[in-house]
């Protein structure tokens, strides 16, 4: 009995810290900014990392994706509504440079969508 009373208490305690931290993942991270241009590092290893980024519309963003892995479905980011796919060579880091000119959400993932992620422009 105390056997099951303990595990109830680790299944709980594991439930609230999936969601402190996919709730905290769920509200983005802010840019850093370089004048105009709103700045965001991204590590790249089984995940994105930040997932989730918060812009501004109308000011020019730049994404750095550091990979710091060498599984082959990470090789690629891709943000498929804006027509952008670069390659991402391990160890290295790549830009994304852009600028929002529409409020809403931009996914951007690999290339098989294992990793995903998103830009919230406000």
């Known amino acids: ?6 595990i109830l208490i680790v299944v709980v305690i594991a439930l609230y810290l999936l969601w402190f931290w996919y709730s905290k993942n769920r509200e983005g991270v802010g840019a850093k900014t370089d004048g105009e241009v709103q700045v965001f590092d991204i ?5 994105y990392s930040p997932s989730v980024i918060k812009a501004k519309v109308g000011q020019p963003i730049k994404i750095n994706f550091k990979r710091e892995e060498s599984t082959d479905c990470s090789r690629f980011v891709t943000f ?3 027509k952008i796919r670069k390659e991402l060579p391990e160890g290295e880091t790549v830009a994304v440079e852009f ?4 409020v809403g959400e931009i996914a951007f993932a690999c290339d098989m969508g294992m990793y995903q992620g998103k830009l919230i422009v406000e």
């Open 99 to 102: 600028t929002p000119t529409q």
């Open 43 to 47: 590590v790249v290893k089984g995940v």
């Open 1 to 6: 009995m105390q056997i099951i009373g303990v």
């Open 80 to 82: 498929s509504n804006l």
